[in-house]
C-alpha cells in the first residue's frame, strides 16, 4: 500500500479485482463442482488462493472504502468444456504432480448424473469481488 501511495494521486481509486470460485446455474450440478473444488483438489490450492476466495476481504485495505458493482462474469458450457477449464486450476495441476493421478475424470464422474445431456450447455460463472477506495483522503 506504501506504493499505492507514492505513485497515485490524492483521490486516485485503487480497485482491487477478483473472482470468486467457479460456480454453476444448476441445483444439482453446482454441489458437485464445489465439493470437487473444496473437497477433492481444495488441499492442493497455494495458500495465497484464500485471499481471491475471500474477495480479498483480509487485505490490509487503509483507504476509505467505496460500494463495489453486483458483477459477475458468465460463459455457457458443455460439460467437457467444463471439465478442461479445470484441468487449468493451479490445485488441479499440483494434484497431478504430488498423486501421479488425474483428479478430472473424479470432476466428470461427479458431474455426468447430475448434468443430464454432456452436450447440453449449462451456465457457468464467476461473481467478482471488487475492494475499493480513495488514495489520499481522510489523511491515509
Do not use: C, N
Not at 444439482?28 to 470437487?36: K, N, R, T, V, Y
Not at 493421478?101 to 461473481?127: I, N
Amino acid at each position: 500500500m506504501d506504493e499505492v501511495r507514492r505513485v497515485s494521486r490524492p483521490g486516485a481509486l485503487l480497485a482491487l479485482v477478483s473472482y470468486r470460485p467457479t460456480r454453476i446455474d444448476d441445483a444439482a450440478a453446482d454441489p458437485a463442482l464445489q465439493e470437487f473444488y473444496a473437497g477433492i483438489v481444495g488441499p492442493y490450492w497455494p495458500p495465497e488462493r484464500r485471499h481471491v476466495d475471500e474477495g480479498y476481504a483480509s487485505l490490509d485495505f487503509p483507504f476509505p472504502e467505496l460500494a463495489g458493482p453486483d458483477m459477475v462474469m458468465e460463459v455457457s458450457w458443455t460439460l467437457e468444456r467444463l471439465v478442461a477449464y479445470a484441468g487449468t486450476w493451479s490445485a488441479v495441476k499440483e494434484y497431478r504432480r504430488l498423486k501421479d493421478a488425474d483428479p478430472l475424470p473424479r470432476l466428470r464422474d461427479l458431474l455426468t448424473p447430475v448434468w443430464g445431456d454432456p452436450a447440453s450447455e449449462k451456465r457457468v460463472y464467476w461473481p467478482l469481488a471488487f475492494r475499493l477506495g480513495r488514495v489520499g483522503q481522510s489523511g491515509v
